[in-house]
């Protein structure tokens, strides 16, 4: 289990906090898994992207190689999320879904669902799951060229139960039209569902 920031990692913390361009000292802690196997470095930003919110990235996920059906992809990725500065536990949730990366080998990629990630990490009942989408809150984000490998993060959405059910069965991009659509606050943990029986 790793303790130390690489090289690689801090350039991917200064690249993605230039992203955020939040308010305030961006901070980076190491998060460790529960068997002390595997551990991640989270960066905050603060006040980004608006005041009163806060975004929480991975920086050191991009370290393991990305799969998609059983075929090494030619990226590696690194995970964000958003929510509201009162919100806790947000970080230790994006930990939680990069353990299900590292340790699981779940396959990360926009559309894909992480199941009970936030349920796992204590963060939230209600928005259960992460949705993965390609990050939209900023302007584009360009990959981060380093060592030879070409980075590039998602966004992980929190989700409910019905909304994940909607997901599965008429697929992610749908239920991202479906929260646009339904004008929902993302950094909302709390937030209704936007699917309606």
């Known amino acids: 289990m790793s303790t ?14 230039a992203v955020f361009d939040g308010k305030g000292k961006p901070q ?3 998060f460790g ?6 551990s991640v470095f989270i960066l905050t930003c603060q006040d980004t992207p608006q005041k009163g919110v806060n975004t929480y990235a991975t920086v050191s996920l991009s370290d393991t190689i990305l799969t998609h059906d059983g075929k090494e992809l030619g990226l590696r990725g690194e995970i964000i999320a958003v929510c509201s ?11 939680s879904a990069a353990f299900y990366v ?18 796992v ?7 259960k799951h992460f949705l993965f989408a390609v990050p939209f809150l ?4 360009e990959p981060l060229y380093v060592e030879s490998v ?7 959405v929190p989700i409910s139960d019905n909304e994940m059910a909607f997901a599965v069965e008429k697929g992610p991009q749908e239920l991202e039209r479906l929260l646009e659509s339904s004008q929902v606050d993302i950094y909302d943990i709390s937030r209704p569902c936007a699917v309606t029986k």
Do not use: C
Not at 103 to 117: H, K, R, W
Not at 150 to 156: D, G, I, S, T
């Open 4 to 17: 130390t920031p690489t090289l690689r990692n801090k350039q991917v913390a200064k690249w993605l906090s």
């Open 28 to 30: 980076v802690h190491l």
């Open 33 to 38: 898994d529960e068997k002390k196997e595997s």
């Open 85 to 95: 500065a009162k919100t806790k536990g947000m970080d230790n949730a994006v930990a």
């Open 102 to 119: 590292m340790n699981s080998g779940y396959e990360l990629f926009p559309g894909a669902i992480f199941p009970e990630a936030l349920v």
């Open 121 to 127: 990490s204590g963060t939230s009942k209600h928005l």
């Open 138 to 141: 900023w302007d584009k984000i």
């Open 150 to 156: 070409r980075v590039a993060p998602l966004l992980a």
